[in-house]
């Protein structure tokens, strides 16, 4: 099979005809349909996650999965040949940018009816990410006042919607075409954080939704309400510097979970809308992690296995 891999820590990526795997107890093989690309992938590749998540390499890159069922092997009963699947891989196992993949039974759970594999598989992570933080951490009611930065960013665009649905005021940040894309996602409001800060256009927040860290985090503080929250995903935020404004802050960190894939799953057939950047094929796809480092995308880039 070919498997976009990498044999050192800031390696190239590279394109690689490799030994297809094998399923052992409680892992079913998968025909790759999609891989979705996540800044997750350029951390790893890079090594400043191991030691969160320390890989073997060569290491295949990726985690956002669909694909169809092959075989499973011993011990994981509930999935059969042809059925279509979605799962999020151990970031520390990799495997997801290849034209097969080993996947633990348990992680995997039946694709959306309604959406194809490739937006499919950019729903996995960033989705869950989303549902996370504003479901799980924040705990976001109807009326409440939401800033979401990045809005138009693969996190950013699930979680306007999410907001949305959870009747919640939603105020965006974005920029260039990404205002115009924010605003068809159902924003309320949309900053152009190029135009003028915007700290300086909105207050009484009641929960920040910080996807891009860096000055954005402390910035954002001053636009929440006292007792408001911010939830950030880049990076563990400054709990101390928060609390000393009295506030709250909280640190997002996605973990693979099937009971919340399925979640997402039921949202993208009630019509959760996937924002997808550029879906291209597995040769390309060291370009879109090159792409996607720029920093600059609008939603999900994808690989077709």
Known sequence: MRA???????????????????????????????????????????????G????RFPYTLGTDVA????????GA??????DRVLARLDPSAGGAVATAAVVPAEQLVAAPRSVPPGPAAGAVTAAATAWQALTEVAGVRAGQRVLIHAAAGGVGSFAVQLARRLDAYVIATASGAGVAIAEELGAHEVIDH??????????HVDVVLDTVGGAVEERSLATLVPGGLLVA??????????AARGLRAEFVFHASDAARLETVVKLLDDGLRVLVDREIGLPEAAGGLAYL???????KVVVRG
Do not use: C
């Open 67 to 74: 694909g169809t069922v092959r075989r499973a092997g011993p």
């Open 77 to 82: 009963p509930g999935w059969a040949p042809g």
């Open 194 to 203: 190029t135009a003028a800060p915007f700290e300086d256009r909105v207050s």
């Open 233 to 242: 995903t880049p990076v563990p935020p400054d709990v101390a510097r928060a």
């Open 4 to 50: 976009l891999q990498i044999r050192a820590y800031g390696d190239a990526p590279r394109l690689a005809d490799v030994t297809g795997p094998e399923p052992g107890p409680g892992e079913v093989l998968i025909d790759v349909a999609a891989a979705a690309l996540n800044p997750l992938d350029l951390k790893i590749a890079a090594g400043a996650m191991h």
């Open 52 to 55: 969160m998540f320390p890989v």
């Open 293 to 299: 480092a720029e920093g600059h995308t609008k939603g």
